[in-house]
């Protein structure tokens, strides 16, 4: 089992900047993923950035703004977002899976607005 903790969320105008963390513990051997999704009111729910054993994903509308980060040693992702729009506001949810099973945090809500 594993427990996802995220934080980090808020209110921030257009233009600003917000970090995201999420810390994973229990027992992350068999983890191959740890990334974020968010969710907008009346849209599905979408994958914004991942960081897997072999490599990165990250949402083409992020690019160059949003950056994913681990420290493997304290089981932690980081989302930094940069340059945030009204079209970032949404829940964000941390994930992390493995091949078969994918736990999810609470998730932390983002509102980008002046």
């Known amino acids: 089992q594993v427990q996802v903790v995220e934080s980090g969320g808020g209110l921030v105008q257009p233009g600003g900047s917000l970090r995201l963390s999420c810390a994973a513990s229990?027992?992350?051997?068999?983890?191959?993923?740890m990334g974020w999704y968010r969710q907008a009111p009346g849209k599905q729910r979408e994958l914004v950035a991942q960081?897997?054993?072999?490599?990165?994903i990250i949402l083409d509308s992020v690019k160059g703004r949003f950056t994913i980060s681990r420290d493997s040693a304290k089981n932690t992702v980081y989302l930094q977002m940069n340059s945030l729009q009204p079209e970032d506001t949404a829940v964000y949810y941390c994930?992390?899976?493995?091949?078969?099973?994918?736990?999810w945090g609470q998730g932390t809500q983002v509102t980008v607005s002046s």
């Open positions: 229990g027992n992350m051997v068999r983890i191959y993923s």
């Open positions: 960081i897997t054993r072999v490599g990165m």
């Open positions: 994930n992390v899976g493995t091949s078969n099973v994918s736990y």
